[in-house]
């Protein structure tokens, strides 16, 4: 596995970083000593980065993980929180869930533009004192946008950012794949370290995946990539690609196979909660139940967590 140093933070992460999403209860659900042990997979294989978010509810799998692992595994998660207290209480959780005295990285989660990030002026306050305080040891934020991206480059508060970037562009909120790319070297060249999301699309790269991975893997300024994995077999077959390892052709035709997509159950009530949080506006609601454009979804599973009835899965 090839290790590089995310921008100025002095931390050396893995080419691989291993996605926790798709683990945890907004996506495949998976029981929770299935969960440990495809994290475990992954370290076993280099992996030393791992990315989640307090929505994600995934902190007991990677505390799992964590406990059975001899290696210095870096971890990054992020936050909605805005104010100052509730960020502190975000970060304060996450050291109790992991069982940990810091977490590496903490961002805010999923800004959307130059505003909200103002409006997240005091929750990052807090991620800087908690960095002086030794809670964290680089403060960043996630996103979908090229304008985060960019303003985030010119913000000293921030050491770590988390842009969406693939082959198409899918799921950028504001303009190309092209643009993206221009965005985060501009942000690489501020000193930022970069690692990405999305590299297949939510999924709609998938066949592609070899590919797409190549490709994304090639941009400068990125550091790491982040990848969802559900099973061993994923992370056995990431681990090797990120790692120039020949694939295992019969590995690659078992994951391929592998169908993903978003399940809406019978009971849904059509109350919209969902379709109002999807970064992709992919859900409307028709006849009192929700429906997805499956050509907008990038299956981020965030659907999930504003679901009262809890009827919207990816499987």
């Keep these: 596995?090839?290790?590089?140093?995310?921008?100025?933070?002095?931390?050396?992460?893995s080419r691989l970083c291993f996605g926790g999403l798709t683990i945890g209860p907004l996506q495949s659900n998976r029981p929770l000593a299935d969960g440990v042990a495809v994290i475990q997979a992954a370290f076993d294989a280099g992996v030393n980065f791992i990315d989640t978010?307090?929505?994600?509810?995934t902190y007991p799998y990677i505390r799992g993980a964590l406990t059975r692992t001899g290696q210095n595994i870096i971890v990054a998660s992020k936050?909605?929180?805005?104010?100052?207290?509730?960020?502190?209480?975000?970060?304060?959780?996450a050291c109790r869930e992991l069982n940990r005295d810091y977490i590496d990285i903490f961002m805010l989660h999923e800004q959307t533009s130059r505003m909200t990030l103002q409006g997240h002026a005091a929750a990052l306050a807090y991620l800087s004192d908690a960095k002086q305080q030794g809670l964290i040891r680089a403060a960043g934020v996630s996103t979908h946008t090229i304008e985060v991206v960019r303003a985030a480059a010119l913000m000293a508060e921030?050491?770590?950012?988390?842009?969406l970037i693939n082959s198409k562009g899918i799921g950028i909120t504001d303009g190309t794949a092209e643009e993206m790319l221009a965005a985060i070297r501009f942000a690489a060249g501020c000193g930022k370290g970069i690692y990405a999301?999305?590299?297949?699309?939510?999924?709609?790269?998938?066949?592609?995946a070899e590919q797409a991975f190549a490709w994304v893997l090639a941009q400068p300024g990125i550091a790491s990539v982040a990848v969802g994995m559900q099973t061993r077999d994923e992370a056995v077959l990431n681990a090797a690609v990120f790692?120039?390892?020949?694939?295992?052709?019969?590995?690659?035709?078992k994951v391929a196979k592998t169908p993903r997509r978003l399940l809406i159950e019978d009971w849904c009530v059509g109350c919209g909660?969902?379709?109002?949080?999807?970064?992709?506006?992919?859900?409307?609601?028709?006849?009192?139940k929700a429906r997805?454009?499956?050509?907008?979804?990038?299956?981020?599973?965030?659907?999930?967590?504003?679901?009262?009835?809890?009827c919207l899965k990816i499987i």
């Design 158 to 163: 921030i050491d770590v950012i988390h842009p």
């Design 243 to 253: 790692s120039g390892q020949p694939p295992d052709s019969k590995l690659w035709v």
């Design 292 to 310: 997805v454009a499956r050509e907008q979804c990038v299956l981020c599973g965030y659907c999930g967590a504003y679901c009262p009835e809890f």
């Design 53 to 57: 978010a307090e929505l994600y509810g």
């Design 79 to 93: 936050a909605y929180a805005y104010t100052y207290e509730a960020m502190r209480a975000s970060v304060e959780a």
């Design 197 to 208: 999301m999305k590299a297949l699309g939510g999924g709609h790269l998938s066949k592609q």
């Design 273 to 288: 909660q969902c379709g109002q949080h999807c970064p992709m506006q992919a859900i409307t609601i028709v006849n009192h």
């Design 1 to 13: 596995m090839e290790y590089r140093v995310l921008g100025q933070t002095g931390l050396s992460v």
